[in-house]
Structures are given as structure tokens and as C-alpha cells.
Antibody
Framework: QVRLVQSGAEVKKPGASVKVSCKAS????????IHWVRQAPGQGLEWMGW????????YYAQQFRGRVTMTRDTSITTAYMDLTSLTSDDTALYYC???????????WGQGTLVTV | QSVLTQPPSASGTPGQRVTISCSGS????????VNWSQQLPGTAPKLLID???QRPSGVPDRFSGSKSGTSASLAISGLQSEDEADYYC???????????FGTGTKVTVL
């Protein structure tokens, strides 16, 4: 079955960077886009961007451009999200999610809590 | 920023029908498919209704979605206690070039 397993919780100081990993199994990583979504405590869902794992193409939400980088290592079927210049506003649960056959997210990781 | 507007809360007794609205615009719901996700307390979101109004395997048929113009709705027929969760609509927005989520609706089973 499709699984996305994310790395563990992180605690960072303001100004630092964080890199969250998302290991895919049960399907071919390069066949589906990976999106990243975050959720601040008690808040709704905020889309950060997507990555095309077959060629590494990315598209980031305007509010994160310049601070976020999405990459992948196809040899270990893992996607990564790197966020720099962290502030307390970046404290949130970060999710990776697979885009299904249409423009919807059909499988989600368990989430990674980043505390700044 | 959320450009899809949902009511903050909805409630019903077991067995009742509950409907959640999602209001958008031409650039998102009007031109693109809408999907719905369920987020149970303390868990990751889970796809409930895809953009073709289909339920993924394992989702009960008491959940259904519809769309008309620039609005969409999620209906829960025969509400059950395990349906207490947050529900989010989502769509691609052509103008923002963003994937956008609704503001979220908390469903309470009385």
C-alpha cells in the first residue's frame, strides 16, 4: 500500500533552517507529484508547493519563495523540504502528500512537527 | 491565505444529514475540480472525496460531494460519532497559481 513516512520532530532556533524528509513506498515515487502542506497549531492547512520527482521541477507558493527548497533522492525514494530563516511563525506541522491522478492529494505523510 | 470559505462549524445528532459548503470563485472552483479531506483529531488529513466526486477505497458511501458554479458541498448522510473531525475543501486556483484550501469546518456530533 502507498505510504509516506516523514522524519521526526525538530526544534530550531530563530534564523536556523530545517530539512524534513518524506520516504515513499508502495508506489513509484517518480510517477506522482509530491506536495508540501503545513498547519500551524490550531489553524487550517497552508499549501507550500509541489515537486515533480521524475525531473526535480518545483513550484513554490509565493509566500515561501526564496526560503523553501524541495528536492528528492530517487535512489532512496525520498523527498525533502528545506525551509530557511525560520521564525516563530514557522512553528507548525509539516506534511508531505502525493498528488493523485487529478489535482488532489490522495495520500499524506503523518506530519513532522517543527518548533521554532 | 484561504480563498475558499467554509462555515467554521457544523453539528448534528447521530443519523442526521449534515451539509458543509465551500464557496470560491471562477479561478478555483469555477474552473477546476474540488476535493474534500477529513482530518480526525491528532491525525493527518485523509482524502474523502476526489475531484471527480469519487470516494477512495474505504470511505463510507454516506459521504458525497457536489459542485455548482463557484460553490461546492460535502454531505454526510447518517452522521456517526466517528465523523467528528475537521473537513477541508481544496482546489487549484488559476489566478494565484496555488493549490488552495478551504478555511475548514469542525463537525460535532451531538
Amino acid at each position: 500500500q502507498v505510504r509516506l513516512v516523514q522524519s521526526g520532530a525538530e526544534v530550531k532556533k530563530p534564523g536556523a533552517s530545517v530539512k524534513v524528509s518524506c520516504k515513499a513506498s508502495g508506489y513509484t515515487l517518480t510517477a506522482y507529484y509530491i506536495h508540501w502542506v503545513r498547519q500551524a497549531p490550531g489553524q487550517g492547512l497552508e499549501w507550500m508547493g509541489w515537486m515533480k520527482p521524475n525531473n526535480g521541477d518545483t513550484y513554490y507558493a509565493q509566500q515561501f519563495r526564496g526560503r523553501v527548497t524541495m528536492t528528492r533522492d530517487t535512489s532512496i525514494t525520498t523527498a525533502y523540504m528545506d525551509l530557511t530563516s525560520l521564525t516563530s511563525d514557522d512553528t507548525a506541522l509539516y506534511y508531505c502528500a502525493r498528488q493523485g491522478l487529478g489535482i488532489w492529494l490522495d495520500h499524506w505523510g503523518q506530519g513532522t512537527l517543527v518548533t521554532v | 491565505q484561504s480563498v475558499l470559505t467554509q462555515p467554521p462549524s457544523a453539528s448534528g445528532t447521530p443519523g442526521q444529514r449534515v451539509t458543509i459548503s465551500c464557496s470560491g470563485s471562477t479561478s478555483n472552483i469555477g474552473n477546476n475540480t474540488v476535493n474534500w479531506s477529513q482530518q480526525l483529531p491528532g491525525t493527518a488529513p485523509k482524502l474523502l472525496i476526489d475531484g471527480n466526486n469519487q470516494r477512495p477505497s474505504g470511505v463510507p458511501d454516506r459521504f458525497s460531494g457536489s459542485k455548482s458554479g463557484t460553490s461546492a458541498s460535502l454531505a454526510i448522510s447518517g452522521l456517526q460519532s466517528e465523523d467528528e473531525a475537521d473537513y477541508y475543501c481544496a482546489a487549484w486556483d488559476d489566478a494565484l497559481k496555488h493549490y488552495v484550501f478551504g478555511t475548514g469546518t469542525k463537525v460535532t456530533v451531538l
